[in-house]
């Protein structure tokens, strides 16, 4: 066992983990931060993707005692404190932006890292931001969709003007 | 799955890394920014008994200069090799090919020294240290070796790294003079790996092209250079004719394999079609 500590959505932890523990497993199972899902063995879909030190990475593919000492954000860290949704959450609500909503905590948080680089992208560079999240249901219309909403929300907000 | 159990070792310089790796036991993995080694650990097509994490090694990370060479730290990570002001200045084919590399999120975790150690065949970086004769610097129990990329790419996944060394640092002569450069990667879907792709890294002079460097990436278990198109460049027009000409040599003396993805013989269709894009690009035309 290792020691590790870290501050996940704003709360400090020290753990004693076996090396061996991914990131996403001591997310959901130690913490019950279960909002953050596994949806595939092969680091490909996405869907366990947090922010590590304010970077978007897949959590299936970092182990958690790499994570010591770090910041952690995941999709149940997003909304205000009142419990307002962040832009991207509703913009992905408002547009429809899921079906099942499987890979909906990971292309948020994906969705939130792009935006954070490019306030303004096209939909080309959506679709892109987004490669390295997998849908099986949607078609992603609707996500790049929702993405374009919250950029023309966040910029409008950092803007001044509603 | 979840990889199975093994001693994690985490040093903070290169010397401690080389004693960790030393004392760790018959079966010791180093870990860069995990991008590959953990799929494969989750698979359990990988199981090391002790796993020496770089992360926290800070002298291995970042770009600097050295008179005419760019020093890239092996711990250097995708992402700071594509926003890195030195490599855009000295070194754009680097940035342009890792852009193309997995996605946002496997770029940040994963490092510039990590994707030439695992040196996958159908890995994007391995044909660019190739095109641009970049040099490998080695670290082991006696000390530091220097070698060249065409002896650092051995076979399918394997390097001239020995047992128990590392990899530092990777020197890159910075390419001075009129050089256009171009990455042209074939692949079907998002974040995937190269079908095929072509490094390309054209110097013209007075209307020609003096000399053009071009690295294959998937044509065979190691990257490769199209010696015979560089020659049949090497005082060229400029003209879409004449690289269509050289273009057509690309595939000479590669292996390709055939696999899900292609066959052999249409992965050497590509080699041409890639290298004429890739050099038409590189030449400005
Ligand atoms: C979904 C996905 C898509 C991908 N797509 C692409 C792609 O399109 N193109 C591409 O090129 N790559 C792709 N990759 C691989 C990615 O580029 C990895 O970052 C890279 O292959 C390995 O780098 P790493 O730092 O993560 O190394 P690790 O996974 O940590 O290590 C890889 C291997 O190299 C060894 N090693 C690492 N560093 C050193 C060192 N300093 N000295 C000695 N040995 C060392 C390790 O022991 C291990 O065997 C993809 C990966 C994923 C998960
Ligand atoms: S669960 Fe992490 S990428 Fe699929
Ligand atoms: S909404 Fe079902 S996987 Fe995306």
Redesign the pocket.
């Given at each position: 066992m290792t020691s590790i500590n870290v501050r996940v959505d704003g709360a400090s932890y020290s753990d004693d983990v076996e090396p061996r523990t991914l990131l996403v497993h001591y997310l959901r199972e130690t913490l019950g931060k279960v909002g953050t899902v596994v949806g595939c063995d092969?680091?490909?879909c996405g869907a366990c993707t947090v922010h590590l030190d304010g970077e978007a990475v897949?959590s299936c593919?970092v182990f958690a005692v790499q994570a010591d000492g770090s910041e952690i954000t995941t999709i149940e860290g997003i909304a205000g404190g009142d419990g307002a949704l962040h832009p991207v959450q509703k913009a992905f609500h408002e547009m429809h932006g899921l079906q099942c909503g499987y890979c909906t905590p990971g292309m948020i948080m994906a969705s939130i890292d792009l935006l954070k680089e490019n306030p303004s992208p096209s939909e080309t560079e959506i679709r892109e931001g987004i490669e390295?999240n997998l849908c099986r249901c949607t078609g992603y219309q609707n996500i790049v969709r929702a993405v374009q909403q919250a950029a023309g929300e966040m910029s409008g907000a950092t803007g001044g003007q509603a | 799955m979840i990889p199975a159990p093994f001693a994690y070792e985490r040093p903070t310089t290169v010397d401690e890394a080389l004693q960790a790796i030393a004392a760790g036991g018959e079966d010791v993995?180093?870990?860069?920014?995990?991008?590959?080694?953990?799929?494969?650990m989750r698979l359990r097509l990988?199981a090391p008994e002790t796993v020496v994490d770089?992360t926290r090694v800070t002298e291995?990370r970042g770009v600097r200069e050295e008179g005419d060479v760019l020093v890239i730290g092996?711990?250097t990570?995708?992402h700071d090799v594509i926003t890195d002001p030195l490599i855009a200045q000295h070194a754009p084919l680097i940035a342009e090919a890792t852009e193309?590399?997995?996605?946002r999120q496997?770029?940040h975790?994963?490092?510039?020294?990590?994707?030439l150690?695992?040196a996958?065949p159908?890995?994007?970086?391995p044909a660019v240290a190739l095109a641009l004769d970049a040099e490998f610097v080695?670290a082991g129990p006696n000390g530091r070796r220097t070698v060249g990329a065409s002896d650092f790419f051995v076979d399918y996944l394997t390097t001239a790294?020995e047992e128990g060394?590392?990899?530092?640092e990777i020197r890159v002569p910075k390419l001075t003079g009129s050089w256009g450069v171009r990455y042209e990667k074939f692949?079907r879907v998002a974040?995937?790996?190269?079908i095929v792709a072509v490094a390309a890294a054209v110097r013209r002079e007075n209307g020609h092209i003096a000399e053009a460097r071009i690295g294959l990436t998937n044509m065979g278990p190691t990257p490769l250079r199209a010696r015979a198109t560089e020659a049949a460049l090497a005082g060229a027009a400029v003209t879409a004719e004449a690289i269509a000409d050289a273009a057509r040599s690309a595939a000479e003396g590669t292996s390709p394999s055939s696999d899900l993805n292609a066959q052999a013989d249409y992965r050497e269709h590509l080699a041409q079609v890639l290298t004429r894009r890739a050099v038409s690009a590189a030449a400005g035309l």
């Amino acid at each position: 066992m290792t020691s590790i500590n870290v501050r996940v959505d704003g709360a400090s932890y020290s753990d004693d983990v076996e090396p061996r523990t991914l990131l996403v497993h001591y997310l959901r199972e130690t913490l019950g931060k279960v909002g953050t899902v596994v949806g595939c063995d092969t680091s490909n879909c996405g869907a366990c993707t947090v922010h590590l030190d304010g970077e978007a990475v897949k959590s299936c593919t970092v182990f958690a005692v790499q994570a010591d000492g770090s910041e952690i954000t995941t999709i149940e860290g997003i909304a205000g404190g009142d419990g307002a949704l962040h832009p991207v959450q509703k913009a992905f609500h408002e547009m429809h932006g899921l079906q099942c909503g499987y890979c909906t905590p990971g292309m948020i948080m994906a969705s939130i890292d792009l935006l954070k680089e490019n306030p303004s992208p096209s939909e080309t560079e959506i679709r892109e931001g987004i490669e390295g999240n997998l849908c099986r249901c949607t078609g992603y219309q609707n996500i790049v969709r929702a993405v374009q909403q919250a950029a023309g929300e966040m910029s409008g907000a950092t803007g001044g003007q509603a | 799955m979840i990889p199975a159990p093994f001693a994690y070792e985490r040093p903070t310089t290169v010397d401690e890394a080389l004693q960790a790796i030393a004392a760790g036991g018959e079966d010791v993995k180093i870990l860069a920014g995990g991008q590959s080694l953990i799929p494969v650990m989750r698979l359990r097509l990988a199981a090391p008994e002790t796993v020496v994490d770089l992360t926290r090694v800070t002298e291995l990370r970042g770009v600097r200069e050295e008179g005419d060479v760019l020093v890239i730290g092996a711990m250097t990570t995708h992402h700071d090799v594509i926003t890195d002001p030195l490599i855009a200045q000295h070194a754009p084919l680097i940035a342009e090919a890792t852009e193309t590399v997995a996605d946002r999120q496997v770029r940040h975790r994963g490092t510039f020294g990590g994707a030439l150690a695992h040196a996958d065949p159908a890995g994007d970086l391995p044909a660019v240290a190739l095109a641009l004769d970049a040099e490998f610097v080695l670290a082991g129990p006696n000390g530091r070796r220097t070698v060249g990329a065409s002896d650092f790419f051995v076979d399918y996944l394997t390097t001239a790294l020995e047992e128990g060394e590392l990899l530092v640092e990777i020197r890159v002569p910075k390419l001075t003079g009129s050089w256009g450069v171009r990455y042209e990667k074939f692949n079907r879907v998002a974040q995937a790996w190269s079908i095929v792709a072509v490094a390309a890294a054209v110097r013209r002079e007075n209307g020609h092209i003096a000399e053009a460097r071009i690295g294959l990436t998937n044509m065979g278990p190691t990257p490769l250079r199209a010696r015979a198109t560089e020659a049949a460049l090497a005082g060229a027009a400029v003209t879409a004719e004449a690289i269509a000409d050289a273009a057509r040599s690309a595939a000479e003396g590669t292996s390709p394999s055939s696999d899900l993805n292609a066959q052999a013989d249409y992965r050497e269709h590509l080699a041409q079609v890639l290298t004429r894009r890739a050099v038409s690009a590189a030449a400005g035309l």
